[in-house]
């Protein structure tokens, strides 16, 4: 079955930086294109970024383009997302999400098919 | 200030009807491009209800369904049952932000 565990987050100081990871099993990863999508407390979900499934392909929210990276390591079926430069606004539970490919004749659909559980950031001095 | 708008709470009687609406604009939903719905238990991993608008997955009980209209769409749950109470989240993709956007999502409480 499809899983994707998160890992890496914690309590960092504004201005440094963390590294977040997404484990992924149960499907051929080098398939897929995957996103990072977080919940800051008490706020709605907000997508973060993508990369495609041959990593040549990555797009960022406003809000994070600059800071935050988004990367593939085929070898461990890992993503990743490194956050540099951090603020307090970006505390958030962070999930990584797969993307899948459903199609119905000539059209196709691309919804978010499994997530993981997420792993907190908190940003705070 | 979410780029989809929903409400952000409703609230039914077991077995009843409801309806979650989510509001778009022409450079998201009324593009077109496709609108999906997620059940979310905050602190969980969030579930795919409905993708490409109206269609569901293996494994997502016909009490769900979506429709979608010009800039709008909607998620309805017949026969509300206790174990759907969660945050629901509608999401696209909006051609002016080049990328993925979510609705404020629908808090639903089951009476």
């Known amino acids: 079955q499809v899983q994707l565990v998160e890992s890496g987050g914690g309590v960092v100081q504004p201005g440094r930086s963390l590294r977040l990871s997404c484990a992924a099993s149960?499907?051929?990863?080098?398939?897929?294109?995957m996103h990072w999508v977080r919940q800051a407390p008490g706020k709605g979900l907000e997508w973060v970024a993508f990369?495609?499934?041959?990593?040549?392909?990555?797009q960022y929210a406003d809000s994070v383009k600059g800071r935050f990276t988004i990367s593939r390591d085929y070898s461990k079926n890992a993503l990743y997302l490194q956050m540099n430069s951090l603020r307090a606004e970006d505390t958030a539970l962070y999930h990584c999400?797969?993307?899948?490919?459903?199609?119905?004749?000539?059209?196709?659909?691309?919804?978010?098919?499994?997530w993981g559980q997420g792993t907190l950031v908190t940003v705070s001095s | 200030q979410s780029v989809l708008t929903q409400p952000p709470s409703m609230s039914g009687a077991p077995g009843q009807r409801v309806t979650v609406s989510c509001t778009g604009s022409s450079s998201n939903i009324g593009a077109p491009y496709d609108v999906n719905w997620y059940q979310y238990l905050p602190g969980t991993a969030p579930k795919l209800l409905i993708y490409g608008d109206s269609n569901r997955p293996s494994g997502i009980p016909d009490r769900f369904s979506g429709s979608k209209s010009g800039t709008s769409a909607s998620l309805a749950i017949t026969g509300l049952q206790a174990e759907d109470e969660a945050d629901y989240y509608c999401q696209s993709y909006d051609s002016s932000l080049s990328g993925w956007v979510f609705g404020g999502g629908t808090k639903l409480t089951v009476l």
């Open positions: 999400a797969k993307e899948n490919k459903f199609c119905s004749g000539d059209t196709c659909y691309y919804p978010f098919d499994y």
């Open positions: 149960g499907f051929i990863f080098r398939d897929y294109a």
């Open positions: 990369i495609s499934y041959d990593g040549n392909r990555e």
